[in-house]
Nanobody
Framework: QVQLVESGGGLVQAGGSLRLSCAAS????????MAWHRQAPGKQRELVAA???????RYADSVKGRFTISRDNAKNTVYLQMNSLKPEDTAVYYC????????????????WGQGTQVTVSS
């Protein structure tokens, strides 16, 4: 069974940095786009950053210049480097992948991680 497992969240002071990781485990044939979303208390989930299998990236305006998304295709892992963190970045961060499980090609399916808490103190 395929799972996305996130790590790297925690508590950090404003201006600090954190690096989130999300690894796909199980039988994976291929992964198309991967992304990070976040959800703050009382707010809707929002897309933060996305990356294609070829490495093209997109960012929400609120994180441009501060966050960097990257991936290691050999490890089926996506990263989110977060710098110059602000209290408004506090949220649960979720990774998301358009993933083809082993033996299920060529259709990709939508997978989500369990979420990791990021808290930025002022």
């Amino acid at each position: 069974q395929v799972q996305l497992v996130e790590s790297g969240g925690g508590l950090v002071q404003a201006g600090g940095s954190l690096r989130l990781s999300c690894a796909a485990s199980g039988s994976v044939s291929s992964i198309n786009a991967m992304a990070w979303h976040r959800q703050a208390p009382g707010k809707q989930r929002e897309l933060v950053a996305a990356i294609t299998s070829g490495g093209s990236t997109r960012y929400a305006d609120s994180v441009k210049g501060r966050f960097t998304i990257s991936r290691d295709n050999a490890k089926n892992t996506v990263y989110l480097q977060m710098n110059s963190l602000k209290p408004e970045d506090t949220a649960v961060y979720y990774c998301n992948a358009d993933l083809v499980p082993g033996g299920w090609g060529p259709i990709g399916y939508d997978y989500w991680g369990q979420g990791t808490q990021v808290t930025v103190s002022s």
